[in-house]
């Protein structure tokens, strides 16, 4: 285990942390009065906090820890890295080494012709970047009608303002004057709660078309693109049936409409 080599008191940190840190996706009130839970190391699937206990570290972090903690062979690579070239940017017309190799490495491990590569800090930008990329892309073709992005209730796609509002979670939409224009919700293919008497093979289907309907609702002429989690992730990790993908494949195929699959933590 990797000893935490922090030597504060753990109320002391939580009243340091408390007058000066605020926290998403948390009760700031609570937090005062409880105060947090303070992780001062890691090792494997392990985190420990400044008490000494150890928990299992089942989300991997914010489901992003996909290799574990304590890798030293990472460490040492970052390091030689932060010492040669710590930063630089790819806007006008710059790259460098580091970037090209890891494009490179993405469109070897991405399937069929997804070869190009846009990078983003996190989650929530790169799907604001969807919605500029898709919506830019159609005006290109000369479409410039086609704004409208589908997506899904209880979807989530992060917490900036393109991104929460994409995302299906009516108390992110209540802050600050959500959804953003042009985006539209259908029902999530979550059988367990939606299925009533259908198969799950029928539901799956169901679920699909409720996208055709909305297209043929809204008009093709307006939509750009389809934005979904394969698997759902925060909204309660729905796996939908094995019949709604290929279906919206389909469907996003027989019309032009965009499919942008989000993976920030499938
Ligand atoms: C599907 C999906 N999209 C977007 C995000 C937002 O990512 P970030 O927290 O890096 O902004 C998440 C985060 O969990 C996610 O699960």
Known sequence: MNIATNTFPTKELQKRDAAHHLHPFTANSDLAQKGARIIAGAEGVYITDTEGRDYLDAMAGLW???IGYGRHELADVAA???AALPYYNTFFQSSHLPVIELSEKLAELAPGDLNHVFYGSSGSEAN???IRLARFYWALRD????KIIISRHNAYHGSTM??????GMSYMHAQGGMPIPDIHHIEQPDWWSLGGEHSPEDFGKIAARRLEEAIHFLGEDKVAAFIAEPIQGAGGVIVPPETYWPEIQRICDEREILLIAVEVIC
């Open 143 to 146: 479409k410039p009608s086609k």
């Open 80 to 82: 030689r890295q932060m």
């Open 128 to 130: 604001d970047t969807n």
């Open 64 to 66: 992003c820890v996909n």
């Open 162 to 167: 393109g991104a929460a509002s994409l995302g």
